[in-house]
C-alpha cells in the first residue's frame, strides 16, 4: 500500500515519475506476476495498481491498463523515450 501512496504524492505535486525506482522493492503479492529482481520499477508497481483496480472494478483496470498503454505506444517513435520505457520503467 505504501508504494501506491508514493505514486499518488509523486502525481499530485506534479514530479516526475518516468524514472521512479520504490526506496524499497515491493514485497510478493499474490496474484501479481513481477519478472525476476524487478520489485522497485514503475512497471511494477503499476501491476500493483491494476491488481487493485481489478478488485474494484474491471472496466476501471481495463481503461488504466489500454490508456498507459496507448501513451507508450504514441511516445515509443522518440528512441530517447523508448529508451525511458524499457530501460527505466520496464514496462514491456
Do not use: W
Amino acid at each position: 500500500m505504501s508504494t501506491v501512496v508514493l505514486i499518488r504524492n509523486i502525481c499530485a505535486h506534479g514530479d516526475v515519475l518516468y524514472d521512479f525506482n520504490t526506496p524499497r522493492g515491493l514485497s510478493v503479492v499474490p496474484n501479481i506476476y513481477i519478472e525476476g529482481s524487478d520489485r522497485s520499477s514503475l512497471s511494477s508497481c503499476i501491476k500493483v495498481i491494476s491488481c487493485f483496480l481489478e478488485h474494484i472494478s474491471e472496466n476501471r483496470q481495463s481503461d488504466f491498463l489500454n490508456e498507459i498503454d496507448e501513451l507508450f505506444k504514441k511516445n515509443n517513435k522518440n528512441l530517447v523515450i523508448r529508451n525511458i520505457i524499457s530501460e527505466k520503467i520496464r514496462y514491456n
